[in-house]
């Protein structure tokens, strides 16, 4: 039985506390903790209830509710029940299935990851176990490319010293491998089945958390305490990589994994379209307050001067003879007739605006990427007009600025360029190099898929040029890379950095192989001839440094450092006699930079035996140091990387992602900000802003914020706050996403002036009218056009809108709905009302029909102003519908007809005489419509109301046209003559002086080498305690885990968890 | 390969016009001539129908008496409700100094009565008026149930208000001859009114079928005694109740009484001479501070239509093309302006 303790300490954290021991022993897994999870929120019982709960906390909704209370009561009561439940029962349905449907999905999900299986250790056996029945404690067998099932404690691996490898783009997005290791006393159980089934070691550790990458927690085992961190676990969500098995003992379950802690708790995305809306909402609903108010004093008013003496006709009951007590209730009554000024169902239409567009997103063939056959996918809708609204990009930039593949393009050899030539076919291949056949040197054939295939430099090497083959033997030798045979026997390179490995790739090509290495040899192959030379020393890399160095004993007995660093630092290291070269070399390193490549510099030192030994004694006395370590290993690197001959320099390509050049001089033309958030060196950043068009040499503010910590970012960004900022971005397709911004951001936002303006109207004139048309209004009559136009208008083609990013801008600037943009509409909707409510009623005043009857009845001015509303509404959307579809053809005069048909149905004989209480208005219809004079209001009523507005319009455009309308205004004159593909010249970035030195490495790899820790044993299998023990063995992967999460920590804290 | 490239043909969304969002269309442009050219023509018809509206209005013949004041002892009479069982005559003579060509209508006119109060809208049970159910009086408060509980009908405050003054016209050919000037009941109703709307209960005895229930208070007689000389206008469908029961949209209202029958001296309309209005005055308006008219009034094409619609069309018409003039000017101007620019 696992059972859990916690505990409080005095520093007031929770531990948590599983003994193992005890669950295997009694073989009872425990029943606390299982992995099930569920991100479904509902099930069929629950369903109704909590929907309806949560439903009934949006304002909107309860603001329904709020007014059908209000109806209930019957002196207040001005409109029947049904006004309000019909479309609050249609609102609530909808939004119910959309719910429903929502957590179907989920729950189907949920299943099909806990029905997942995992090779889990039970009564000493490995048995598949569905991941939901993994419990705490569990031991549970990985193996290769296998998603993690829950947070596990790392216990022993295939590899040695129980390292592992982890792929972690599920939590963090990074694609890169990082390292996990075992502590020693538990790697030593390997696979031992009937080991591992005994261990009986208690964790205490922290309560469960999102911290990704933090943990602390204590392993007793043996009478002896081990910590835990962060390097010991396997989080779920993980991908096992480059290791054939590994164990683990379960920690955190199911909805305790960090995984899952980070999950679940999405918080509700709110646009500021959703916050703005909310805005106008309360003025709205304080408007109606307002209106009510005066309205109740006019009631009262009213009451006392002339309702008084009214009463012969129309007693009042005893409590309503006061006629404050009268506009009491007068005021309810006017705030339930007047409720659908507040544009409540705008909500509704929104939403379903944002689903076509999503459906719209989802379908463009425009945003299709063939090669990984993937649609666009917009995975909410909710955010969907945002999209026109953008400011500022933050990027990631390995995978989507750049392909992470490094090319090798171009070097500079005691002050000769070479790989000049082929530029333009060089861009071409993509051919990985490391397929290469071996024999790249005796194999001309091979030049032609090979990037750098400078014949000059053949010719170089053929003539044997010292100078040449010292560099590329620098290539060859001063790296990190690990080689390995695959079962075809060819020479694999397991690099560390990229860029490393296109030098070693490089070097290889050109005849100096490496081939293989040992703590103590390093084997290359040069020219065909095998040559082994002795590692005496590897002086790491690191930030400071920006330096790497290799101390080699070459067959002939020589000593010689190879060293390749940044520029800037190795040229203060060279040898005075080397200041021709170094002149030519910077004007060759200022060429490479200039072209966004990334360089190196390449220098060698010989070495004579005795200061060498010296030295090396001195190295080895500053390792056994315990205090100052690091800085007397640092001033002893110092001390030898001096005096260096320079060799060279070398031009890595950084590849960028196809189109990145052209979406980023889009989106800065579109004035959106981009920031790139990367873990590499600022120098790399600097560069790849530079590649990629984002930054220019005419940027005079460059920030550069680089922090390791998220205080340090803050701090950072604080100074940098006042001024511009860098950088770049895209996504192989990137820029077609925002075409259809444009496109969305205008209709959405015109879809809800309209339907504001409607509903202004809508307020103004019911107060006479049919309860039923009030209910049908919104619902039928109005909405369909509107949300029409909203889904299908487009003021601009999408080829233009790609043309003139400068469109974006309005957008950016809320220009398009903003709140004078609201006002404006609301005076119009004020003026429409006044217009439809003053033109019938002066027409009215004392008129007959032309058959001498009575037409200035209520019905009928009723039905006169409907019938107006609809028409003016309907040549409104008409009017604002710039992209006239079949559909909106089809809505807009649909909608018209509807209401025609409608309005005699509920207005005929028949329904009448089914419900004669509820359908009074019998052949109203029929009688009116027939009447000249009012179809002569109606249509003054239409050319009154519509008129002004398309002045406005017009001297809109005349006066201060807005980008839109002359883009639009091209288009229409382009139409004629043939459209022509206009591309932006791909411009690229004419040189400065400047640095392009950048280096994707990481600190700490040197010693691994050295240790000879990362190389596998040719003998498998591993077995426990054998292997020497070097000193602090423990250390250097401690300090190596360190460095590398240094540098990706600082952002992936905050990055989003996908599930 | 074959395979992969068969899966991404499937995830390669449609290519249908509306997927693409490529459906032809047409799109709407507010182009400078269009809008000129537009608020020109609006701007012609509006002024063109008004023009008209005003003259046909000014061709209608109108007469309207206010006998408020000029029966002020009946007024004052009706002021107290006690003396409902008193009658009250009123004789208003006039001179009619034009001819009423064509067809002459007769109206009474409310002024500061308010059939539009939304409650008193509401007094009134259509089921009940369309025969089916006498005794649903639920939405007529405070006119649903007389005081010993019987149901009222027809019930509610409209029914109960009726208007119940009897209006006869006499022609005085000369100072001895007075003769009644033949007037039209029917067709003052809308036609869905008298046979669809309004119903009475049925029964072979109009009283029988109204048996259990009440009159409304106001009323001096039950509603199957309106008119006993004709079936077809008694009960429910009695003319001048269908036309009361058609509420009004505002305070000031006129409502058709009676229309002229074209016989005899009348065939041509309304000659010019003396005329009088003999009225039994019943309806009490003093309470309420309202007044009462007659009116009597020709028709044109577009109806009774009064001089507002034509001035609101002319208004409207002159407003656009004002509007259009100061648009061509700053558009031209600014035309200019371009173009000289363009030049520079």
């Given at each position: 039985m696992s059972s859990i303790l916690c505990a409080v300490n005095t520093c007031k954290l929770f531990y948590v506390l599983y003994d193992r021991s005890v669950s295997f022993i009694n073989n009872l897994r425990g029943g606390e903790k299982d992995n099930c999870i569920h991100t479904s929120k509902y099930n069929i019982l629950t369903f109704l209830p909590i929907n309806l709960f949560e439903q009934f906390q949006r304002v909107a909704n309860a603001y329904f509710l709020f007014l059908l209370i209000l109806q209930l009561i019957p002196e207040i009561s001005s409109l029947t029940w049904f006004t309000t439940m019909v479309p609050l029962v249609l609102v609530i349905t909808m939004t119910a299935v959309k719910d429903a449907t929502d957590d179907y999905f989920r729950h189907k999900s949920d299943n099909q990851v806990n029905n997942r299986l995992s090779e889990v250790l039970i009564d000493s056996k490995l048995q598949n176990e569905k991941w939901m029945n993994v419990k705490v404690g569990d031991i549970v067998k990985l193996e290769n490319n296998q998603f993690v099932a829950a947070d596990l404690l790392l216990l022993?691996?295939?590899?040695?010293?129980?390292l592992c490898y982890i792929e972690t783009a599920e939590l963090d997005g990074e694609t890169n491998l990082k390292v996990r290791h075992a502590l020693s006393v538990t790697s030593e159980l390997g696979a031992d089945i009937s080991r591992l089934a005994k261990f009986d070691g208690t964790v205490v550790c922290e309560a469960p958390n999102n911290k990704l990458d933090k943990f602390t927690g204590v392993l007793s085992w043996k009478d002896s305490k081990h910590s835990l961190n962060n390097e010991k676990i396997i989080l779920r969500g993980c991908i096992l990589r480059n290791t054939s098995w590994c164990f683990g003992m379960v920690i955190f379950a199911g909805p305790d994994t960090k995984l899952m802690q980070n999950s679940g708790k999405t918080k509700f995305k709110r646009t500021s379209i959703d916050r703005l809306m909310n805005t106008l909402v309360l003025w709205i609903f304080g408007f109606l307050v307002c209106m009510g108010i005066i309205l109740a004093i006019g009631n009262s008013i009213w009451e006392n001067q002339v309702g008084d003496q009214f009463r012969t006709f129309l007693f009042w009951n005893e409590g309503e003879k006061n006629s404050v007590f009268s506009g009491f209730l007068t005021f309810w009554s006017y705030i339930i007739i007047l409720n659908t000024v507040v544009p409540i169902s705008l909500y509704v239409s929104m939403e379903v605006i944002r689903l076509g567009h999503s459906y719209f997103i989802n379908w463009d063939r425009k945003m299709y990427y063939p090669e990984k056959a993937t649609p666009a996918e917009a995975r909410t809708t909710t955010l969907n007009e945002e999209l026109g609204q953008i400011e500022y990009i933050f990027s990631d930039k390995t995978g989507t600025l750049t392909e992470n593949i490094m090319t090798f393009k171009k070097c500079s050899i005691n002050g000769k360029i070479y790989g000049e030539a082929d530029d333009d076919m060089g861009q071409k291949t993509d051919m990985t190099k490391k397929n290469k056949p071996v024999d790249f040197a005796v194999n001309p054939q091979a030049d032609r898929t090979c990037e750098f295939s400078d014949h000059r430099l053949m010719e170089s090497i053929k003539l044997g040029d010292s100078k040449v083959y010292e560099f590329l033997r620098v290539l060859a030798l001063c790296h990190t890379v690990m080689s390995e045979e695959n079962s075809a026997g060819q020479l694999i390179y397991q690099v560390q950095s990229p860029d490393e490995g296109a030098l070693v790739t490089a070097a290889r090509n050109l005849g100096f192989i490496f081939k293989s290495r040992t703590s103590e040899t390093i084997t290359i192959e040069e020219l065909g001839t095998l040559v082994t030379y002795q590692l005496l020393a590897f002086l790491d890399f690191n930030n400071i440094r920006k330096r790497m160095s290799v101390i080699v004993r070459n067959p002939e007995g020589q000593i010689k450092l190879y060293s390749k660093g940044a520029d800037t630092i190795l040229f203060e290291k060279l040898h005075p006699s080397n200041e021709d070269l170094l002149t030519l070399t910077t004007d060759h390193l200022s060429e490479f930079a200039g072209e966004g490549l990334r360089t190196l510099a390449i220098a060698y030192r010989d070495l004579d035996d005795k200061y060498f030994k010296e030295w090396h004694k001195m190295l080895e006395d500053a390792n056994a140091l315990i205090d100052e370590r690091d800085e007397r290993v640092a001033g002893l690197y110092e001390e030898i990387e001096r005096d260096l001959m320079l060799l060279g320099a070398t031009a890595v390509e950084d590849k960028l992602q196809e189109g990145v050049i052209e979406t980023v001089t889009n989106l800065s033309l579109a004035n959106i900000k981009i920031w790139v958030l990367t873990g590499d060196k600022q120098e790399t950043a600097i560069n790849i802003g530079y590649a990629c068009n984002m930054l220019t040499d005419d940027m005079n503010d460059v920030f550069i914020i680089s922090g390791n910590t998220a205080v340090e970012v803050r701090e950072e960004l604080r100074k940098a706050k006042e001024n511009l900022f860098e950088q770049n971005r895209s996504f192989s397709n990137g820029h077609v996403v925002f075409e259809k911004q444009q496109l969305e951001l205008d209709s959405v936002v015109e879809e809800t002036i309209t339907g504001d303006y409607a509903l202004i109207i809508n307020g103004h004139s019911l107060t006479v009218y049919d309860q039923w048309f009030i209910t049908l209004f919104n619902i039928v009559y109005t909405s369909l056009p509107v949300l029409a136009m909203g889904i299908f208008d487009q003021d601009v083609d999408d080829q233009n809108s790609m043309d003139y990013p400068q469109l974006y801008e309005p957008g950016q600037l809320n220009l398009l709905f903003n709140k004078r943009k609201f006002f404006i509409c609301m005076a119009h909707g004020i003026y429409t009302s006044l217009a439809l409510f003053f033109i019938p009623y002066g027409a009215f005043y004392n008129v007959a029909g032309d058959d001498g009857q009575h037409v200035a009845d209520y019905q009928s001015f009723a039905v006169t102003m409907a019938t107006s509303l609809v028409i003016v509404v309907s040549v409104q959307i008409a009017l604002d519908t710039s992209y006239w579809t079949v559909i909106n053809h089809v809505f807009i005069w649909g909608s018209v007809a509807t209401y025609f048909s409608i309005l005699f149905t509920m207005h005929s004989n028949g329904i009448f005489g089914i419900f004669p209480n509820q359908f009074p208005f019998v052949g109203n219809a029929r009688h009116s419509l027939a009447q000249k004079c009012i179809w002569l209001v109606i249509l003054l009523t239409t050319v009154a109301s519509v008129m002004p507005v398309v002045a406005f319009r017009f001297l809109k455009v005349d006066l201060c046209p807005a980008l839109s309308d002359q883009i639009r205004r091209r288009q229409k004159a382009q139409?004629?003559?043939?459209p022509s593909r206009s591309r932006r010249p791909q411009t690229r970035r004419s040189s400065s002086r400047r640095s392009g030195y950048a280096f994707a490495h990481q600190e700490g790899y040197g010693e691994l080498i050295t240790s000879g820790k990362n190389m596998r044993a040719k003998n498998p299998p591993p077995t426990p305690g054998l292997e020497k023990t070097l000193y602090n063995s423990t250390s250097w992967i401690e300090n190596l885990c360190k460095k590398t999460t240094d540098t990706v920590s600082s952002f992936s804290l905050d990055k989003t968890v996908k599930l | 390969m074959k395979k992969t490239s068969q899966i991404c043909q499937s995830k390669?969304?449609?290519?249908?016009a509306l997927k693409q969002q490529q459906l032809p269309a047409y799109r709407l442009q507010l182009s400078a001539t269009g809008v000129l050219s537009g608020f020109f023509a609006t701007g012609a018809f509006c002024l063109g129908v008004g023009i008209i509206l005003i003259l046909s209005a000014k061709s209608i013949k109108e007469i309207e008496i206010k006998y408020t004041k000029i029966c002020a002892n009946c007024a004052e009479l009706r002021e107290d409700a006690i003396n409902f069982d008193k009658e009250c005559t009123c004789s208003i003579p006039f001179y009619l100094s034009e001819t009423m060509q064509g067809n002459v209508y007769l109206y009474y006119k409310l002024y500061g009565f308010y059939q539009n109060l939304y409650r008193y809208i509401l007094s009134r049970s259509n089921s009940q008026l369309v025969g089916t159910d006498l005794k649903d009086v639920g939405n007529c408060a405070p006119f649903s149930k007389s005081h010993n509980g019987t149901p009222i009908a027809p019930c509610g405050a409209i029914a109960n208000s009726i208007f119940n003054d009897t209006i006869i016209l006499s022609y005085n050919l000369n100072s001895s001859i007075h003769m009644e000037v033949p007037m039209l009941r029917s067709g003052i109703t809308w036609w869905t009114d008298k046979y669809v709307k309004f119903r009475n209960p049925s029964a072979i005895n109009l009283s029988s079928a109204f048996t259990g229930t009440a009159k409304p208070p106001y009323w001096s007689k039950p509603v199957y005694e309106l008119d006993l000389e004709d079936t077809e206008n008694n009960g429910f469908l009695n003319d001048d109740f269908i036309v009361w029961m058609r509420t009004a949209a505002f305070p000031t209202f006129k409502k058709l009484y009676r229309r002229l029958n074209r016989v005899q001296y009348f065939i041509e309309g309304l000659p010019a001479g003396n005329y009088s209005f003999n009225i039994t005055y019943n309806f009490p308006v003093t309470r309420f501070k309202g007044e009462k008219s007659v009116v009597l009034s020709t028709l044109t094409w577009s109806g009774g239509s009064s001089l507002f619609l034509g001035l609101a069309y002319t208004v409207t018409g002159a407003v656009t093309w004002l509007a259009a003039f100061s648009m061509m000017a700053i558009h031209l101007m600014l035309k200019e302006k371009r173009t000289l620019f363009i030049e520079r």
């Open positions: 022993s691996s295939s590899e040695p010293h129980g139409k004629k003559a043939k | 390669l969304p449609d290519n249908t």
